[in-house]
């Protein structure tokens, strides 16, 4: 079983940048599409930014321009830089990732980080 051990969040002034990220713990698996979420109190969750397996890549209005989705195939690790950090970027921002395991059997699972608190204010 894979667990997804997210780390990054924290506080940020307006105009500053985080880069949260996503490691998948153990082996006989590769990444096939990755995506990151957040989720504000009393907010819907939304889709911030996401990769298919082959690398293309798709991000919320409110934040293409700014946000930058990646991947570290060496560290089974994704990544999420996040720049020019607004207040409205406030919220738990979560990893979800689907992974085709190999080993020791051919299947597919999804998996949720824990989620980390980002906050930006002044």
């Known amino acids: 079983q894979v667990q997804l051990v997210q780390s990054g969040g924290g506080l940020v002034q307006p105009g500053g940048s985080l880069r949260l990220s996503c490691a998948a713990s153990?082996?006989?698996?590769?990444?096939?599409?990755m995506t990151w979420y957040r989720q504000a109190p009393g907010k819907q969750r939304e889709l911030v930014a996401g990769?298919?397996?082959?690398?293309?890549?798709n991000y919320a209005d409110s934040v293409k321009g700014r946000f930058t989705i990646s991947r570290d195939n060496a560290k089974n690790t994704v990544y999420l830089q996040m720049n020019s950090l607004k207040s409205e970027d406030t919220a738990v921002y979560y990893c979800?990732?689907?992974?085709?395991?190999?080993?020791?059997?051919?299947?597919?699972?999804?998996?949720w980080g824990q989620g980390t608190q980002v906050t930006v204010s002044s």
């Open positions: 979800y990732l689907v992974i085709s395991h190999t080993i020791p059997t051919t299947r597919w699972q999804h998996y």
């Open positions: 153990g082996s006989g698996f590769d990444i096939y599409t």
């Open positions: 990769m298919s397996s082959g690398g293309n890549t």
